[in-house]
């Protein structure tokens, strides 16, 4: 069975009444729109929440939690990590991947040779960055441009990539 999928984390309380501020972890944060429910992770717990209304405030969603109502008890939930099941995530379009897909993921290059596994992911603004460590802990990090991420075999767990000069 495949993990929930971490959407989002709950930074801070919004207001008096309850709500929370939640930095998405989401390309297209308009997706909240769509939730019903998520599960809020915090401390190795995981509860199940009923959404009550989503508002957008610059870069961050605003969440309203049915039986949430008090800044007290939204304080309680700050840091936590909001997941969705599996079988609640939308398709993406071809080529495009949820990170933790990718991580784990063994990363050769063109030439078959193995430069290590997919350690993490992040995003530079204009494209991500995949961090790549070998077996003695060195990270090599490659950009993730077409020139240089050639295939991407989710199902036989393997990245294969083209180092341009300079790379390594």
Known sequence: ?????????????????????????TD???????????????NGNQTEYEIEEVKYHKDMVLIKFKSIDKIEQAEQLRNAYLTISRDSVEELEEGRYYIVDLLGLEVYTDEQVLLGILDDIFNTGSNDIYVVKDKQGKQILLPAIQNVIKQIDIENKKIIVHLLPGLL
């Not at 729109?33 to 915090?42: G, I, P, S």
Request: net charge positive; hydrophobic share 40%; charged share 30%.
């Open 1 to 25: 069975m495949l993990p929930n999928l971490e959407i989002g984390q709950i930074v801070n309380t919004f207001g008096i009444k309850g709500m929370v501020k939640v930095k998405p972890f």
């Open 28 to 42: 297209d944060i308009r997706r909240f729109d769509k939730l019903k429910t998520v599960y809020v992770e915090k």
